[in-house]
């Protein structure tokens, strides 16, 4: 069963604005234009959802004009704020939030640029909680065309002080749009009140089909159409309406005005609550990046230390709980978050955060279930070694992976001897590494560089501050960390030697004359036939290479309605999951009889390629996205094992129980 927190980014259809959408395709589907019957049913519809809006939103007798959603909202009310300031030589400059959503500064560049208006456009700062500066609004106002401010926060929730801007605008020149987007439904909104000129408003943000929204237009603000053509909306929206989209919007606008399907705000903020206090407990450390007492009940935007944004998102989603990082329109992009950033915020607090958020139609019984899949992902990473404290004893054996900006940190460890050594670490890692030493408790023989970087020694330095001294290398070492005077490193049943190269040092590992591994910029004069070399750098995902291997091999894609004709056709298949440990902690695997599975996590693959390829058996590699997979598929491949599938998609794409709120 899923559990659906990323409410910010979109919703589900609520149920009556589903019915009504089909409906308006199957029954009520004139032309509103259309003077027939059934064009004035369409028509009737179409003002009946518009009436719910005004009353709602209090317009007053402002405009209301169905929209395709809040950028076409936010591109209409710049275009005419921007066209009615042509010629003024009053105004200086066009002011945003500076934590606003990408949409508003993008438009107010486009059209600025468009229109030739030479306006400078200026981000207004925000403070550490989120908060507009007023008085650089004050300054400003005099020689400003067009500010635009948030209702409400998009990644963070942080409720504007939208009256304390309204004061500082008292000698504004020109006009004021606020982005109603996190608003609708959650906050109360009189625009008619206010001096507001504009308000974009997204129909699939509160329950309603993507693809319809709203924009309020102040009575006497400017207004110039951004499309022509039939003349519908008055004329100042052309393009045949939408039917389906504002039925299902009316229908979700009819909810609210009943106040049957939605909860108040004191209950949204009980659920708030439990969700922070489930958080808590998961997570110690945890820090929420805005304060509570000025966020949206529906929202929380938190970082754990020494969590990345990106390892919590995987956490989370193996235990079907859906977050994000921040906002939907930026996710892919791995980058710290602009809104935490112009808070003011430390860095790792905008790299790491992560965004929870819940509609306003949620219940007692989802809360209570995302609460207890919360603590689930707390109790995951205590018994995998990356809770912040009481983690559970673990047991190193082999090769582990640590990868920062395509950097490799091997971590080299032997459970029967209860020895341990490092390959090339790096300072942003250390708190990792010393947490993970902790929890194995092995000595450390060495901590090596293969290149003599400087990151490496400095990430020494850490450890043997940061270290117990019973953890710690015994004795001196040279300058890339090899112990003075020893010929090899003993690790159990293997041993590493070294061998000096221009740029540093090849570390060699094996249990006989042949070495199974070679760590560092390793000539392919050194390498014997099967040892494979693991890189120093893997932007590229190869994870090793060895002297003979086929460069443009690639892994065969299956997706998952072709499992059952793979099974049936491979019956010794392997299915290999390469999902970290602590997210398979949470997740059962699907079941396919007739076929063994394995764990191998994608940060210990070299542990099992040169077994893989020995036996060549056909492997099909599944994760989470599909993305890992591939990866691992293609690495084998390349090494020359004929049988590498992937499941594109991963367990993402594979069907199972939904539940949205």
Same mark, same amino acid.
Request: include cysteine; charged fraction near 20%.
């Given at each position: ?7 910010? %980014? ?64 936010? /591109?209409? @009310? ?13 105004? /200086? ?9 990408? %949409? ?26 989120? &908060? ?28 504007? =002080? ?6 500082? +605008? ?32 997204? !129909? ?9 929204? +709203? ?12 499309? @022509?053509?039939?003349? $519908? ?26 106040? $049957? ?66 906002? @939907? ?67 190193? =054996? ?16 032997? *459970? *029967? ?8 670490? #790096?300072?942003? /890692? ?17 901590? +090596? ?16 501050? =940061? ?17 003075? !005077? ?51 750098? =893997? ?17 065969? #894609? ?13 019956? !010794? ?18 079941? +396919? ?23 060549? &058996? ?11 997979? &591939? ?11 004929? $049988?590498?599938?992937?499941? @594109?998609?991963?367990? *993402? ?9």
């Amino acid at each position: 069963m899923e559990i659906y927190l990323d409410a910010n %980014a979109t919703t589900p259809v609520l149920p009556q604005a589903a019915q009504a959408a089909l409906q308006a395709l199957a029954q009520d589907f004139g032309n509103p234009s259309s003077v027939h019957s059934t064009g004035l049913k369409a028509r009737a519809l179409m003002d009946t959802a518009r009436a719910r809006a005004q009353r709602l939103l209090d317009t007053g007798a402002g405009r209301l004009l169905f929209v395709s959603g809040a950028t076409e909202g936010i /591109q209409t @009310a710049v275009l005419s704020a921007l066209t009615a300031l042509r010629g003024r030589s009053d105004v /200086q400059w066009l002011l945003y939030g500076a934590t606003e959503h990408k %949409a508003v500064p993008e438009a107010l560049k486009h059209w600025n640029r468009l229109l030739d208006l030479g306006l400078e456009i200026k981000a207004i700062p925000v403070d550490t909680d989120g &908060r507009h500066d007023l008085a650089f609004i004050r300054e400003h106002a005099p020689r400003t065309g067009l500010i635009c401010t948030m209702a409400a926060n998009n990644e963070t929730g942080v409720v504007s =002080d939208l009256a304390g801007i309204e004061a500082a +605008l008292s000698a504004l020149a020109g006009y004021w749009m606020v982005d109603g987007v996190q608003a609708l439904g959650k906050l109360p909104m009189k625009l008619a009140a206010s001096r507001i000129d504009y308000a974009p408003f997204s !129909g699939h943000k509160l329950y309603a089909p993507k693809g319809i929204g +709203l924009l309020y237009v102040r009575e006497g603000a400017p207004f110039t159409p951004l499309m @022509a053509g039939g003349g $519908q909306e008055g004329a100042l929206r052309s393009g045949t309406e939408n039917m389906s989209g504002i039925a299902a919007l009316g229908a979700v606008l009819a909810a609210l005005e009943d106040g $049957q399907s939605f909860r108040s705000a004191a209950e949204l903020t009980r659920y708030r609550d439990a969700l922070a206090a489930a958080l808590r407990e998961a997570f110690p450390g945890l820090v929420f990046n805005a304060p509570l007492a000025h966020v949206l009940p529906t929202t929380l935007n938190f970082a754990v230390p020494g969590l990345s944004s990106r390892l919590l998102q995987d956490l989370f989603d193996a235990a079907d709980v859906r977050v994000s990082g921040g906002s @939907a329109c930026s996710a892919a992009k791995a980058a710290p978050s602009f809104v935490l950033e112009a808070m003011g915020l430390p860095h790792w607090q905008a790299a790491g955060a992560v965004r929870l958020s819940i509609g306003p139609a949620a219940t007692a019984e989802f809360i209570a279930e995302a609460c207890a899949r919360i603590r689930a992902c707390g109790e995951s990473l205590r018994q995998n070694c990356l809770s912040p404290q009481d983690n559970a004893p673990t047991v190193g =054996d082999g090769i582990t992976r640590f990868m920062l900006d395509g950097a490799c940190c091997y971590l080299l460890a032997d *459970a *029967a001897a209860k020895r341990c050594l490092l390959i090339d670490p #790096q300072p942003e /890692q250390v708190s990792r590494l010393v947490q993970a030493l902790g929890c194995q408790d092995y000595p450390l023989a060495a901590i +090596l560089s293969t290149s003599g970087d400087d990151a490496h020694r400095q990430a020494r330095e850490i450890l043997h501050a =940061d270290l117990p001294a019973a953890l710690l290398p015994a004795g001196e070492t040279d300058a890339l960390g090899w112990p003075v !005077g020893a010929g090899a490193i003993e690790l159990g049943a293997r041993r590493l030697v070294r061998r000096p190269t221009a740029e540093g040092q090849v570390l060699l590992l094996g249990a006989g004359d042949e070495a199974q591994f070679a760590f560092g910029e390793v000539p392919v004069a050194m390498l014997a036939p099967h040892t494979l070399a693991a890189p120093t750098h =893997d932007d590229a995902a190869l994870f090793a290479t060895r002297a003979l291997q086929r460069e443009d091999a690639e892994p065969i #894609q299956l997706d998952g309605m072709q499992l059952a004709a793979f099974v049936a056709t491979h019956p !010794g298949a392997l299915l290999v999951d390469v999902r970290e440990p602590y997210e398979q902690f949470l997740t059962h695997t699907p079941e +396919l009889p007739g076929v063994e599975l394995q764990a191998m996590p994608i940060s210990r693959l070299l542990n099992a390629i040169e077994p893989w390829l020995a036996e060549q &058996r056909p492997l099909l590699f599944f994760c989470r996205s599909g993305n890992r997979s &591939r990866q691992a598929a293609q690495a084998l491949a390349r090494l020359g094992h004929g $049988q590498a599938f992937t499941l @594109a998609g991963g367990l *993402a794409l594979m069907p199972g129980n939904v539940v949205h709120v």
